[in-house]
């Protein structure tokens, strides 16, 4: 087992040497990679104008049907949205917390969250039946004097989708200028302008530290009950129905733990391998993945008892629609789907207990990507088995994705990929000024102490 | 151009390619153009009925056709037709698809090696005369058609006597041979009498399934719920498969396959002995059979038979049903024979089994003149064989060697306007008008007379038979001797009224009046003993006719191929039913690919297990497994571009060919149930097409019942289950203040056959697209109503349900709240309109709807592709695009054009203004629409109804729909409490 090494870095310029080295020039593998993801986009992209084309095309050409008429396109939305929590939880709640471990990551965990709502997003328009028509959802003054559904949950996810966006483009571009403006500094090729035009004219004056710091500490009170409220948003789509297995007060919060496992158990996947290609060991270093290790933990626990309380209130409900609908998902036709939620999201990360556990790269990292398949079913469980056993059992039907679905449910993964790896070689991947900050803050209570 | 450097390209480029890619998603504008020159007679947006006759079955029912702006685009009964009433069934409503019928033949062909290519028509008859002339007078000409229309049949005849060919023979596959074989032997009258379901309270049915394709279903069916409105009648079915018709009865008896004719002696004589009936002769005969002595061979114990002989006895009225095909066997003739024994025994004849008005049905041809005409052909006795919309390469169980004796024809001519397996070997086609595009007459029933008149110009190349023939007679000569004038001038001659006049009406004249008939008893030479099952195997192989197909002839229609069928819900396809306890046993779960051998060849089908069925039968539905025959080859092309339907015939197998053609002696008829089967698992597995999830309630309440004491008032109904049992609700309260309006509908479960012509007609009314086997086995049928059939086995027997599902028009919709554009909303009138050109297609409102009543266009399922099958379309209902949702509207369209009606008449739509589709054509009368806004309203009355109960009500939506449960089989069974009893005192039994 690898363990994480617990070196600091030993000078503030060591720290920027090493975040830095994010930014020298590509290697082959690089390339390589980012030619694979752009790939696999390609085909999704494909597969979306085969999809919307006028001659044959249409949803038929997904597995969707009556009477599972939401699969795959939505599943895919409400995980990526999940995703996108972690990224302002780490920033901004952490933040107001003061848990300084998150500066390490908080760099990586933003972007990721830019980058996931960006993709999330694009999933109700693949998703719906007449891609362009979309705008019909938007309230825009119009001739007809149509207007929008505000009481559609659909219409609700158009907002807080929106809104979530626009703040973590924002927070994560305000935490950027700083790191942008060391870049300009050290850069001498094309990418000096970029930075320069990024930066804003940022030139580290202490009125100029005294703003940032005020607008960092008001976007983050503007973004955490964001953190709430999109993914309860987005839970509405299901509790604000009457399918059963939808229907149910828990679902908000129960969303927005599971959204937080997902996030965190993404920055995991993402970060062990950049970490371990940048060679960023003594900036990322044992107590974050410790932390983040707790972290999965404690939701894995919420996650695990919503499934519980989910189970025992159909049950003590006696509500014969809840039941059946209950007792098909444990037992029924997507019996293969519930349990391998069950096993990746509640077995898998028990060993989490362990420190030792928490403190290897790898087992962390193996951790991560089961709780990501396992998040991706649960929603996948949730959507599928609650319409396939709906009240009326002469309409009880059986989805299987088709082939259209599967190709841009991994070209969304080679999205989300595509962007991350190219943020990679563009920004600082690590909070530079705030992980200096830390250094002093370190330098300084050694100082005092010694 | 000079100028264009590389940018400019590239703007060009990728702005062009932007602009195609936005373009491309939009289906193209379509224009509507007005007339230059309009014709007289035709106001656009105003449709003109005409009335004309159905041709999908011999049974031939008086209809009206709308057409709009010179199309015929629906069909519905004629209310002055005194035998339907008014009613059209689920084949007639589909009828119009054999006019606009994209593999047609579009003019005459001629045979050029293995092909059929086009020629002219002046090429054909002169290519036919030259043939014809030596042969004239030499008998070696024969025709082979189908129960034909007067003034064609007439032309037949005389063409034939002109040309001194042989006697036309009229086939029908299904002809009820052994009934009027027995009918001879019995009474002495080679006839179909009248079964008049509307006066009788009791009906026994011998596999006679009478509201699917037994004489006329929907006349029957007519009857049958009239004769059992408000707990009245009583219904039994004898049979090994409960059929759709069996179903809808309230006791099932199971004998022994072929050993249904015991039972029928058995009854005859005990109801003989009972009501000291005589029977002449037959009574030494019949004696021998008693409940006692019958039950062991039948497995129906004494005492069910003596029950029901009692309950005959002391019935006012009983009936009871000579053998459907499906049971006649070898001893048909007799079985039938001593079905009429018992309705003679019963007093039936005479008073619910009449003869006269006969049916015309009964004149056609025997099979016994089949086999001699293959006998013939055979023997190189015929060397011009013409035949016209007859199949018998499909329909004659191959073992009789029909297609090898067609081979042995030099030169065969068919008239039939489409292809089929018989007309592939035709050498000549000359296509008829289809009924939607000629004149005729028919005489379905003796004395009343119906015509037929042309909604449109013939589509195509194609003329009428009865001309040809008369040009064919001249150019040989012999035009003298056919009849003169053209079709109309003909039947014009042959009325009594002015033609107009009668064509207004549809028709004239009246049924004949009843005749007494004496009881003739020759029994000679008939077998009262159960039917020979040959053959190896340990199932029996029943093969039924279909409600979709009839014989096999409605086939390639796609809309009836889609709409599923009435007990197992399977569509396009052919499924061997079996019994679940059957299916365990052969180790066959539902899809298992079984191979099903008999003594004449094998059949491989997946399997259907269900219930209604006996564990020693497997059933097979005729009508299917049609041979690939090639479409005219002009079409071939467009079929290899657009086809995902794939040819509608083209789908499962036919039974037929593995029945070993077995005939019962003394009719000639073909014996049906006449094999056993080896039944083998192949181990393939096959996806079985079918709408419903699950034959089972799991106590959700959805198909509700009652017992018959409480519809009489003798007992307090039977309370639902707890759960189901919520807050009652206004439904007037749930359209605007100020409309007079709040639509709603009942729907009579008690009533409701499932007979699928709601469906037909909805989905002919409403536009809605057939979408291919491949869309409907991901589970993407697009109809909007929905037959929910239930069959579960409970401690007290097989408990068999059905729902009628189809958008409740909610009063608080779920499906409202959550479309985000508005695209669903609740009208002033209590409609949930859905506005296709808002939809967006989040398709939300369906997993929100618990009715699960809401359909999407998966794919652009536009008719264009199917021209001429978009001739049908309504054009007063949007066709929806891809991408959007739709669903039941209540027929929108004929609400408002009644509500305009009125408002020009300055009064409020009345009671009974505005029928839907689905209600217009039920034959069962179960569909009632109306205002429940209007107390005094029929449909404000039945929701008072004790039997009313809103599905799903508990879940506060407030339905529109109310239906009525249906009456608990057994309750009927036991009977009402004899009157006056004590209340009080009831005792469950």
Same mark, same amino acid.
């Given at each position: 087992?690898?363990?994480?090494?617990?070196?600091?870095?030993?000078?503030?310029? *060591?720290?920027?040497?090493?975040?830095?080295?994010?930014?020298?020039?590509?290697?082959?593998?690089?390339?390589?990679? +980012?030619?694979?993801?752009?790939?696999?986009?390609?085909?999704?992209?494909?597969?979306?104008?085969? &999809?919307?084309?006028?001659?044959?095309?249409?949803?038929?050409?997904?597995?969707?049907?009556?009477?599972?008429?939401?699969?795959?396109?939505?599943?895919?939305?409400?995980? $990526?949205?999940?995703?996108?929590?972690?990224? %302002?939880?780490?920033?901004?709640?952490?933040?107001?917390?003061?848990?300084? $471990?998150?500066?390490?990551?908080?760099?990586?965990?933003?972007?990721?969250?830019?980058?996931?709502?960006?993709?999330?997003?694009?999933?109700?328009?693949?998703?719906?039946?007449?891609?362009?028509?979309?705008?019909?959802?938007?309230?825009?003054?119009? &001739?007809?004097?149509?207007?929008?559904?505000?009481?559609?949950?659909?219409?609700?996810?158009?907002?807080?989708? &929106?809104?979530?966006?626009?703040?973590?483009?924002?927070?994560?571009?305000?935490?950027?200028?700083?790191?942008?403006?060391?870049?300009?500094?050290?850069?001498?090729? $094309?990418?000096?302008?970029?930075?320069?035009?990024?930066?804003?004219?940022?030139?580290?004056?202490?009125? *100029?530290?005294?703003?940032?710091?005020?607008?960092?500490?008001?976007?983050?009170?503007?973004?955490?009950?964001?953190?709430?409220?999109?993914?309860?948003?987005?839970? $509405?789509?299901?509790?604000?129905?009457?399918?059963?297995?939808?229907?149910?007060?828990?679902?908000?919060?129960?969303? +927005?733990?599971?959204?937080?496992?997902?996030?965190?158990?993404?920055?995991? %996947?993402?970060? +062990?391998?950049?970490?371990?290609?940048?060679?960023?060991?003594?900036?990322?270093?044992?107590?974050?993945?410790?932390?983040?290790?707790k972290f999965l933990l404690l939701t894995s626990c919420i996650v695990g008892y919503s499934y519980g309380v989910e189970y025992f209130m159909a049950w003590y409900s006696g509500n014969v629609f809840e039941q059946q609908s209950f007792w098909a998902r444990a037992f029924g036709d997507y019996w293969w789907a519930s349990w391998t939620m069950i096993i990746c999201n509640v077995?898998?990360?028990?060993?989490?207990?362990?420190?030792?556990?928490?403190?290897?790269?790898?087992?962390?990292?193996?951790?991560?990507?089961?709780?990501?398949?396992?998040?991706?079913?649960?929603?996948?469980?949730?959507?599928?088995?609650?319409?396939?056993?709906?009240?009326?059992?002469?309409?009880?039907?059986?989805?299987?994705?088709?082939?259209?679905?599967?190709?841009?449910?991994?070209g969304s993964f080679a999205w989300f990929f595509m962007w991350f790896l190219i943020a990679l070689r563009l920004i600082p991947m690590v909070a530079i000024s705030e992980v200096k900050e830390l250094y002093f803050h370190d330098q300084e209570a050694k100082a005092g102490t010694g | 151009m000079p100028d264009l450097d590389r940018r400019e390209f590239l703007k060009i480029v990728g702005l062009s390619a932007g602009a195609a890619a936005t373009v491309a998603c939009e289906e193209p504008v379509q224009k509507i153009i007005p007339y230059l020159n309009?014709?007289?007679?035709?106001?656009?947006?105003?449709? !003109?009925?005409?009335?004309?006759?159905?041709?999908?079955?011999?049974?031939?029912?008086?209809?009206?056709?709308?057409?709009?702006?010179?199309?015929?685009?629906?069909?519905?009964?004629?209310?002055?037709?005194?035998?339907?009433?008014?009613?059209?069934?689920?084949?007639?409503?589909?009828?119009?698809?054999?006019?606009?019928?994209?593999?047609?033949?579009?003019?005459?062909?001629?045979?050029?090696?293995?092909?059929?290519?086009?020629?002219?028509?002046?090429?054909?008859?002169?290519?036919?005369?030259?043939?014809?002339?030596?042969?004239?007078?030499?008998?070696?000409?024969?025709?082979?058609?189908?129960?034909?229309?007067?003034?064609?049949?007439?032309?037949?005849?005389? /063409?034939?006597?002109?040309?001194?060919?042989?006697?036309?023979?009229?086939?029908?596959?299904?002809?009820?041979?052994?009934?009027?074989?027995?009918?001879?032997?019995?009474?002495?009258?080679?006839?179909?009498?009248? =079964?008049? =379901?509307?006066? #009788?309270?009791?009906? @026994?049915?011998?596999?006679?399934? /009478?509201?699917? !394709?037994?004489?006329?279903?929907v006349a029957n069916q007519r009857g049958y719920a009239d004769a059992r409105r408000d707990g009245k009648g009583f219904g039994v079915w004898v049979g090994p498969r409960l059929s759709m018709t069996g179903a809808d009865m309230d006791q099932w008896i199971a004998p022994k396959p072929g050993s249904e004719i015991l039972i029928a002696l058995a009854l005859a004589n005990e109801v003989a002995r009972r009501k000291g009936s005589s029977l002449g002769a037959a009574k030494a005969i019949i004696s021998r059979f008693t409940a006692g002595s019958v039950a062991a061979q039948t497995g129906v114990e004494a005492g069910v038979i003596e029950g029901l002989a009692q309950r005959i006895s002391e019935a006012a009225a009983p009936l009871a049903l000579p053998p459907g095909n499906e049971l006649v066997g070898t001893n048909g003739t007799a079985f039938a024979a001593a079905v009429q024994l018992l309705n003679v025994a019963s007093g039936a004849i005479g008073k619910t089994v009449r003869f006269g008005p006969n049916r015309e049905l009964g004149k056609v041809g025997r099979f016994r003149n089949m086999k001699e005409l293959a006998g013939a052909m055979r023997g190189g006795k015929v060397a011009v064989l013409f035949v016209k919309d007859a199949n018998p390469v499909y329909s004659v169980p191959e073992a009789f060697g029909f297609e090898d004796a067609l081979e042995q024809v030099p030169f065969i001519v068919s008239f039939s306007s489409a292809n089929d397996e018989t007309t592939a070997h035709a050498d000549l086609v000359l296509p008829n008008n289809t009924p939607f595009e000629s004149w005729d007459e028919l005489e379905p029933v003796s004395g009343l007379r119906l015509l037929q008149q042309p909604t449109l110009r013939p589509l195509f190349d194609t003329r009428p038979t009865a001309e040809v023939l008369a040009e064919l007679a001249q150019s040989v000569g012999r035009g003298e001797r056919m009849p003169s004038g053209d079709v109309r001038t003909r039947i014009a001659s042959g009325l009594s009224g002015r033609l107009d006049a009668v064509l207004a009406k549809g028709g004239e004249?009246?049924?004949?009046?009843?005749?007494?008939?004496?009881?003739?008893?020759?029994?000679?030479?008939?077998? /009262?003993?159960?039917?020979?099952?040959?053959?190896?195997?340990?199932?029996?192989?029943?093969?039924?006719?279909?409600?979709?197909?009839?014989?096999?002839?409605?086939?390639?229609?796609?809309?009836?191929?889609?709409?599923?069928?009435?007990?197992?819900?399977?569509?396009w396809g052919s499924y061997a039913e079996i019994h679940p306890d059957t299916a365990e046993r052969l180790d066959l779960e539902r899809g298992d690919v079984v191979r099903i051998r008999t003594g004449a060849g094998q059949i491989e089908l997946p399997v259907f297990p269900h219930e209604a069925i006996r564990p020693d039968v497997v059933a097979v539905a005729i009508g299917q497994g049609h041979r690939p025959v090639d479409p005219d080859p002009d079409l071939s092309e467009r079929w290899q571009n657009h086809d995902w339907l794939g040819l509608a015939d083209v789908h499962g197998v036919n039974v037929l060919s593995v029945l070993p053609g077995k005939i019962d002696p003394v009719s000639g008829g073909l014996a049906w149930l006449s094999t056993k089967a080896a039944v083998e698992k192949t181990g393939e597995r096959r996806h079985v097409v079918a709408s419903q999830g699950t034959f089972k309630q799991e106590g959700r309440g959805i198909a509700r019942e009652t017992t018959l004491a409480a519809v009489l008032g003798q007992e307090p109904a039977p309370r639902d289950a707890p759960e189901l049992i919520v807050k009652?609700?206004?439904?007037?309260?749930? #359209?605007?203040?100020?409309?007079?309006?709040?639509?709603?509908?009942?729907?009579?479960?008690?009533?409701?056959?499932?007979?699928?012509?709601?469906? !037909?007609?909805?989905?002919?009314?409403?536009?809605?697209?057939? @979408?291919?086997?491949?869309?409907?086995? @991901?589970?993407?049928?697009?109809?909007?109503?929905?037959?929910e059939r239930y069959a579960e086995r409970g401690d007290d027997g097989l408990d068999v349900r059905k729902a009628v599902m189809l958008c409740q028009q909610c009063g608080a919709a779920p499906c409202e709240n959550v479309c985000p554009v508005y695209a669903t909303y609740h009208t002033g009138e209590g409609l949930n309109a859905m506005v296709y050109n808002r939809c967006i297609g989040t398709r939300y409102c369906s997993n929100n709807c618990p009715y699960k009543v809401r359909r999407f266009n998966y794919l652009p399922y536009d008719f264009e592709v199917r021209e001429p099958v978009n001739w049908a379309l309504n054009p007063d209902v949007t066709v929806r695009s891809k991408g959007v949702m739709e669903k039941c509207t209540f027929c929108v369209q004929r609400i408002q054009e009644q509500k305009f009606e009125a408002k020009k008449a300055g009064r409020l739509v009345a009671d009974g203004d505005i029928t839907p589709a689905c209600a217009q054509t039920c034959p069962s009368n179960a569909i009632v629409f109306g205002n429940l806004k209007d107390p005094a309203s029929r449909v404000s009355r039945l929701w008072q109804d004790p039997r009313a109960y809103n599905a799903l009500k508990q879940l506060n939506t407030r339905p529109a729909i109310a239906s009525l449960k249906q009456i608990d089989r057994r309750s009927r069974k036991a009977g009402a409490r004899p009157q006056g009893g004590d209340h009080g005192n009831s005792e469950h039994s």
């Open positions: 087992m690898v363990s994480v090494t617990d070196s600091s870095p030993e000078t503030p310029t *060591q720290i920027s040497d090493e975040v830095f080295r994010t930014l020298e020039p590509p290697t082959p593998i690089y390339v390589l990679a +980012v030619l694979f993801v752009m790939l696999l986009v390609g085909a999704a992209i494909a597969g979306l104008a085969y &999809q919307t084309y006028a001659g044959f095309g249409g949803i038929g050409v997904t597995g969707l049907m009556h009477p599972v008429m939401w699969g795959v396109y939505i599943t895919c939305f409400v995980f $990526w949205v999940g995703i996108a929590h972690a990224g %302002t939880l780490i920033s901004a709640v952490l933040y107001l917390f003061r848990a300084r $471990w998150r500066n390490a990551i908080n760099r990586s965990a933003e972007a990721m969250t830019v980058f996931a709502v960006i993709t999330a997003a694009l999933f109700p328009l693949i998703h719906i039946g007449r891609l362009w028509k979309f705008y019909f959802m938007l309230p825009y003054p119009n &001739q007809r004097q149509l207007w929008v559904n505000f009481k559609s949950p659909l219409e609700w996810d158009v907002f807080a989708v &929106q809104t979530y966006m626009i703040i973590s483009i924002l927070f994560f571009f305000v935490g950027l200028i700083p790191d942008l403006a060391a870049a300009r500094d050290r850069c001498t090729d $094309w990418r000096k302008y970029l930075y320069t035009a990024l930066a804003l004219g940022w030139r580290g004056t202490s009125e *100029q530290w005294r703003h940032h710091a005020r607008a960092v500490l008001h976007l983050s009170g503007l973004a955490t009950p964001l953190v709430l409220s999109v993914h309860s948003v987005v839970s $509405w789509d299901f509790a604000m129905s009457l399918v059963p297995g939808w229907h149910t007060t828990i679902f908000a919060p129960y969303f +927005v733990a599971g959204a937080i496992f997902s996030g965190i158990a993404m920055v995991i %996947t993402l970060i +062990v391998p950049v970490r371990k290609a940048f060679g960023l060991e003594g900036v990322i270093r044992a107590e974050h993945f410790d932390n983040m290790g077995v898998v990360p028990l060993p989490l207990w362990f420190k030792r556990v928490r403190l290897s790269v790898v087992a962390m990292w193996i951790i991560s990507i089961f709780v990501n398949i396992g998040m991706w079913f649960e929603r996948f469980v949730i959507i599928t088995t609650g319409l396939s056993h709906e009240y009326d059992s002469s309409a009880w039907g059986y989805y299987t994705p088709g082939l259209v679905e599967i190709t841009i449910l991994i | 309009q014709p007289e007679e035709i106001v656009p947006g105003v449709p !003109t009925w005409y009335a004309s006759t159905c041709r999908e079955c011999p049974n031939a029912c008086a209809i009206q056709v709308k057409t709009r702006e010179g199309r015929p685009i629906k069909v519905e009964g004629n209310p002055d037709d005194p035998v339907t009433g008014g009613k059209v069934c689920v084949r007639g409503q589909a009828g119009l698809y054999r006019t606009y019928d994209a593999d047609r033949f579009r003019g005459p062909m001629k045979r050029e090696g293995d092909k059929l290519v086009s020629a002219s028509w002046e090429e054909a008859l002169a290519s036919l005369a030259g043939r014809l002339r030596p042969l004239l007078d030499s008998g070696k000409v024969a025709w082979l058609g189908p129960q034909d229309t007067r003034v064609s049949g007439e032309a037949v005849e005389a /063409f034939m006597r002109a040309i001194g060919g042989q006697q036309p023979l009229r086939y029908e596959a299904l002809a009820w041979e052994s009934l009027r074989s027995a009918n001879e032997r019995i009474f002495g009258v080679d006839a179909i009498p009248q =079964f008049d =379901f509307g006066a #009788s309270d009791l009906v @026994v049915s011998f596999g006679a399934d /009478f509201e699917e !394709t037994w004489l006329n279903p004249g009246a049924p004949a009046r009843t005749v007494r008939v004496s009881l003739a008893n020759d029994l000679s030479g008939l077998d /009262f003993s159960p039917a020979a099952l040959e053959g190896e195997g340990e199932l029996v192989l029943l093969a039924y006719p279909s409600l979709h197909f009839y014989d096999g002839r409605s086939a390639r229609i796609q809309r009836l191929q889609e709409v599923p069928d009435p007990v197992t819900k399977t569509m009652d609700y206004d439904p007037a309260r749930d #359209s605007a203040q100020d409309s007079p309006y709040r639509w709603g509908m009942s729907i009579d479960l008690d009533a409701c056959s499932g007979c699928n012509a709601c469906i !037909t007609a909805c989905a002919q009314e409403n536009n809605i697209p057939t @979408v291919g086997e491949e869309m409907v086995r @991901v589970g993407r049928e697009m109809q909007w109503i929905r037959l």
